[in-house]
């Protein structure tokens, strides 16, 4: 939502998924599902709007790590789930097809520690936004 002329605020998450292999396995992978508030500046220009703001929110890891595995069985396997803080600059450019309808591009670097090291985690997005 956007308050004023330059203020935004709401609830912002997503997930992130990226498979690696192993010296056994093709199929291990580690998930992250995050969500929490935002808040942030923005302005609007003609049919452009800028926004830069900051999420800070809890996620869950989901980490299979596989050793080895025979066809689809899993011989020796791995399950780690853990809650973590997130946290993430969200910087995103939108532009007006119509009064109710924007395309957007936006870029984050989701932040935060996992089994005790520190991960980030940057992303670029291109979404559509429905607006009322």
Known sequence: M???DYFTAGIYGG???TAYNTA???NSYLHLGYGGPFLGLSQK???FRYTASAFVGMGTF???????????ELTDADWYRSATVVYSPVLS??????KRLYVTAQTICLMGKFNSKSFY?????LGILFSR
């Open 2 to 4: 956007y308050f004023g």
């Open 15 to 17: 997930s992130q998924k």
């Open 24 to 26: 056994n396995s093709e």
């Open 45 to 47: 220009s003609g049919k």
């Open 62 to 72: 989901k980490n299979l790590h596989i050793e080895s595995q025979d066809g689809t």
């Open 93 to 98: 450019l939108d532009y007006a097809l119509t």
């Open 121 to 125: 985690n940057p992303t670029f997005q």
